[in-house]
């Protein structure tokens, strides 16, 4: 028996588990937070006004709490 046929033996075998752990652990991305769920609606009428009072509250925010933020945000 070749390394191919092999191969696709255990691919077979196993593609029934494979498919049923992508549908218990992979969530729909209608359930998954973006970032944009906590930033004004772009498309609402307030929004340049909702932006600067982000833009002032965040003023107070330390340099501790930015880094962990970015970081976080890109992990």
Known sequence: MSAHNIRLEVMKAIEGKVEGFIDSYLVPIEKIWQPTDFLPD?????????????????KELGYDFWVTLVADTIT
């Open 42 to 58: 772009s498309q609402s009428d307030n929004f340049f006004n909702e932006v600067e009072q982000i833009r002032e509250e965040a």
